[in-house]
């Protein structure tokens, strides 16, 4: 059993932390804010989605700002229900879009 625990710190320690570093780095990166883009392309979504994607856009903007986990979660949903969605590349701040889309899910 010594043998094996020195092995597996001698050949497996770098492999696991560079996984573990790995996995930490990316959790922390996805549950970060969408940039302006992202927004504008949910309020498009919002529009043109079903009740049940609404409700779930306005639950997502219940504390103000959308993560990028969430925001991948619903746009799947959203191509579930819907064939195309209309992209505009011209888009303000991130807090701009993110006021706007707060106006518009607001304004339901």
């Keep these: 059993m010594k043998a094996f625990a020195h092995w597996l710190r001698r050949n497996m320690l770098v492999p696991l932390l560079i996984v573990l570093a790995g996995s ?3 959790s922390i990166y996805r549950s970060m ?3 302006a883009l992202s927004y504008r392309q949910l309020q498009n979504a919002y529009k043109a989605g079903s ?3 609404q409700s779930h856009v ?3 903007m219940q504390n103000g700002v959308v ?3 969430r925001y ?3 746009m799947q949903q959203y191509w579930v ?3 195309a969605l209309a992209v505009e590349l011209d888009v ?3 807090a701009s879009e993110r006021q706007a889309l707060a106006d518009l899910v607001g304004s339901r």
């Design 24 to 26: 930490a780095v990316a």
């Design 33 to 35: 804010e969408i940039g």
């Design 51 to 53: 009740s049940t994607f």
């Design 58 to 60: 306005t639950a997502a």
């Design 67 to 69: 993560s990028r986990w």
């Design 72 to 74: 991948t979660a619903l």
């Design 81 to 83: 229900d819907a064939s």
């Design 92 to 94: 303000g701040e991130v």
